[in-house]
């Protein structure tokens, strides 16, 4: 068998969804887990949707996710170039060939014409009016320069099968198929008739895309025969689907959540996890292992693993990956994620960002969590009363004032600062006063966060504040008890 050749064929939108960023994975998975080429081909055809810098998304994208393709616009090989619009002038002979050999035809017909037959046609779609034209009048027009398009030919009977690797042998009846456009009358080849030249000229072996082709799949089909070229592999995946908030699902949008692969990034989520999460979108491993590296998929990944039911899009289980994986992490690498966020809320201050390391790192599922969780470390507390008050820890507004006082006395001597240094002062300091731990230390947090819930307990928080912060609040607690 031929080396596998697969290609990425996105066309430049500006955004990577994660459905493409899935295809592209597949791709890769496919090529790599069979010791393949991965190839990055730019879609461009479609002049009129082209986006500034979209084609920089889709490199950046690749590069964070660590799909390294091995020929592509930017890196070369011996089948470019690889971005459609400078291979342009390849299409039209192709097309050329086919009018020649049968399989298409030239459609002069206008587009205030083709317009009216959306509304008119019981078809829905093209009524072959240029089909049979008498070579004459085709002569004629060419030669009075009437622009026009090449149409494929498509049978009118009988049937076209193909077989997907994972959808098995679809059949479908050629009167169905419409006479699509191959060459638009600006010389563009269309998607349809491009990709089927490319993936041919480029030896691509398996076609990998979305279920959404599938339909399109005989018009390849017929081009591929009437070229009488070699028909690529063809795995098409299932839909992406979305949870709704009624317990239904339907195709995966917006208001899902994000749908692209920046939008997710931007939330918080690391592209590793991104990329583990998606892979297992329509395709299962063997056992129950879910947390796969890049290196791990490609040894475990195969097409016989690919379903055809629609994937489902857990945000919640995204979520729980992210987490996973930032447990996961050294605390230098915590540190160095969450820092940015630190940052934002913290200003450029120097603090022992290892305590909050410690305490963030088995909490946050994404590192967007963290301003919310520390940001009264940066905001002056304001109290009520009934903050003081607590059953569990015996606290109440009656002790609060006791408590702190007493607190305040011991923690002015303490010239360790650190999570040990208060904690050594505290807890001896709870026990001379005849106190549970807690009833010392509940309006002693209280003072210095001003809010019940805060990420570690009373000794990190004031470790953290700092001595003079620290002591400051509790005195301004004390005075607004
Ligand atoms: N340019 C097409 C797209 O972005 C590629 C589809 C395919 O993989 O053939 O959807």
């Not at 638009?184 to 491009?194: L, R």
């Not at 305490?359 to 940001?375: G, M, S």
Request: contains cysteine.
């Amino acid at each position: 068998m031929a080396d596998v050749r697969t290609r990425f064929a996105p066309s430049p939108t500006g955004f990577m969804h994660v459905g493409n960023l899935r295809t592209a994975l597949y791709e890769y998975l496919v090529a790599k887990s069979q010791g393949g080429k991965f190839i990055l081909r730019i879609e461009d055809t479609d002049q009129g949707r082209l986006v500034e810098g979209a084609t920089d998304v889709i490199y950046q994208t690749l590069d964070m996710v660590g799909l390294r393709h091995d020929e592509g616009p930017d890196v070369g090989g011996e089948f470019g170039p690889y971005v459609q619009s400078e291979r342009k002038d390849s299409y039209k002979p192709y097309a050329e060939l086919l009018v020649k050999k049968g399989k298409a035809y030239r459609c002069f017909c206008t587009k205030e014409r083709l317009d009216s037959l959306k509304e008119t046609s019981e078809f829905g779609g093209y009524d072959r009016h240029c089909r049979d034209l008498p070579q004459e009048e085709i002569d004629r027009l060419l030669a009075e320069g009437t622009p026009y398009v090449i149409r494929q030919k498509m049978p009118l009977e009988g049937t076209t099968s193909f077989t997907d690797e994972v959808y098995g042998t679809i059949t479908v009846n050629n009167e169905e198929l419409e006479d699509q456009v191959l060459l638009k009358t600006d010389g563009f080849p269309t998607y349809n008739f491009a990709n089927v030249i490319d993936d041919h000229l480029m030896n691509i072996t398996h076609v990998v895309r979305g279920q959404e082709y599938l339909s399109s799949a005989p018009k390849y089909n017929l081009l591929y025969e009437a070229f009488d070229w070699e028909i690529p592999t063809y795995v098409h995946l299932p839909l992406i689907m979305g949870k709704n908030e009624d317990g239904s699902v339907s195709k995966l949008s917006k208001r899902h959540g994000s749908t692209s692969f920046q939008g997710l990034v931007e939330e918080g989520y690391l592209p590793e996890v991104i990329t583990n999460y998606i892979a297992l979108l329509g395709w299962a491993p063997k056992d129950t292992q879910e947390i796969f590296s890049l290196k791990e998929l490609e040894e475990n990944f195969s097409i016989d693993g690919i379903s055809k039911s629609p994937a489902v899009f857990d945000y919640d289980k995204l979520l729980w990956f992210n987490g996973e994986y930032i447990k996961k992490m050294t605390p230098e690498e915590f540190e160095a994620h969450a820092m940015p966020f630190y940052r934002e809320v913290m200003g450029e201050g120097d603090y022992d960002w290892k305590i909050l390391n410690e305490v963030l790192q088995p909490r946050v599922n994404k590192f967007n969590e963290i301003p919310e969780k520390i940001a009264f470390f940066a905001n002056q507390p304001e109290y009520t009363s009934e903050l003081f008050i607590n059953k569990k820890s015996k606290a109440n507004l009656e002790n609060a004032p006791v408590m702190l006082s007493n607190a305040i006395e011991v923690l002015e001597g303490v010239e360790n600062w650190t999570v040990d240094g208060v904690h050594d002062a505290l807890i001896p300091l709870a026990e001379k006063l005849g106190v549970k731990n807690g009833t010392l230390l509940w309006p002693v947090r209280i003072a210095a966060a001003g809010q019940t819930v805060t990420p570690g307990g009373a000794m990190e928080v004031l470790a953290f504040l700092g001595k003079e912060e620290a002591l400051r609040r509790l005195k301004d607690g004390l005075a607004k008890i």
